[in-house]
């Protein structure tokens, strides 16, 4: 199996701060992979696919980078709506597999 | 407006089995691969199971491979998951996923959950 490994597993920043998320493959992915948000409490939301592409509806300060077996998700300005916790998954091989997890909150 | 509704949740003792189903609405059922993926109280994501908009293709988690069986009735807009031999490791927030693109691996839409404990 393809394990995913997230750092930091928390951070604490402010408001208008940039994040960066990194997430590495065990192995090379290519760029089958994808970020969600997760609120407490809520569904997981998904915001990139295929490393880069922004889901529909996702704010522009949101960006992902990174192929083969590193890979990174960008908050430009972090906004009050952004503390959650957040998570990458490969879907290049069976089983798909999740990092733990990264936790942004509020400095 | 896309929704994912899971039922079938609850307290079921160790060994005991467990149907979950899933009813989606506001896009074309048999047209989308789906999946279920669970979070153990406190814990993060685990992807438990995928299954092809025509039901011919399923993968597993090792963890649930034997003992879960995913299916589907696009004649009922209905997703299933049968879990069998139940352990208390398998108490999670289980969630149905819509996925987005042909290759069945991310989800765009997700349901609200539901809790199956297992303990005696």
New interface residues.
Partial sequence: ?IQMTQSPSALSATVGDRVTITCRASRTIST?L?W?Q?KPGK????LI?TASSV?DGVPSRFSGSGSGTEFTLTISSLQPDDFATY?C?Q?NS????????TKVEIK | EVQLLESGGGLVQPGGSLRLSCAPSGFTFSSFGM?W?RQAPGK????VS?ISSNAYAT????SVKGRFTISRDNSKNTLYLQMNSLRSEDTAVY?CAKA??P??????Y????TLVTVSS
């Fill in positions: 199996d089958w994808a969600y997760q569904a997981p939301n998904l696919y889901q998570y998954q879907y069976y089983p798909w597999t999740f990092g733990q997890g | 999946s993926v993060g994501l685990e992807w995928v993968y597993y988690a090792d969630y987005k693109g290759g069945n691996g991310f989800y765009d997700w349901g609200q959950g």
